[in-house]
């Protein structure tokens, strides 16, 4: 097992890390609108929400040998369902060829108040 962090994606908010390698395996823990210097965007509108919580997944992928590319599957959280729409508008800009599998959620409440989280289980293809 391999713990894996990148400089380019928020530092966990908690106890736990960005992501875990074992067996060729990457398990991404969930990104919310913050940047890599810890600032929060969880104020901005759904779609800015969700590029920067791909943007911080993507960093944290690439830091444990893989890349979207090789995502297979992703778990969506949304604050509202209502979001569905304009979440996947966005989510569809990074996963244009390759479709992992999916699920998306609403939830009561996310950390920070945020709109979307997501995560992401991947291959990884570098050590």
Same mark, same amino acid.
């Given at each position: 097992?391999? +713990?894996? *962090?990148?400089? $380019? %994606?928020?530092?966990? +908010? =908690?106890?736990? #890390? $960005? %992501?875990?390698?074992?067996? !060729? +395996?990457?398990?991404? #823990? !969930? $990104?919310?609108?913050? =940047?890599?210097? =810890?600032?929060? *965007?969880?104020?901005?509108?759904?779609?800015? $929400?969700? *590029?920067? %919580?791909?943007?911080?997944?993507k960093a944290v992928l690439e830091a444990g040998g893989s890349s979207l590319e090789h995502v297979l599957k992703v778990g969506i959280f949304l604050a509202d369902m209502n979001d569905f729409q304009a979440v996947n508008e966005i989510y569809a800009q990074y996963f244009v060829h390759h479709r992992p599998a999916r699920a998306c959620v609403a939830v009561r409440t996310l950390p920070k108040n945020a709109l979307v989280e997501i995560e992401c289980t991947a291959a990884v293809i570098a050590e």
């Open positions: 097992m391999k +713990i894996v *962090h990148s400089d $380019q %994606a928020p530092a966990a +908010i =908690g106890p736990y #890390s $960005q %992501a875990v390698s074992h067996n !060729g +395996i990457l398990y991404c #823990s !969930g $990104q919310i609108a913050l =940047g890599s210097d =810890g600032s929060d *965007h969880t104020k901005e509108p759904v779609q800015e $929400q969700t *590029h920067l %919580a791909l943007e911080n997944l």
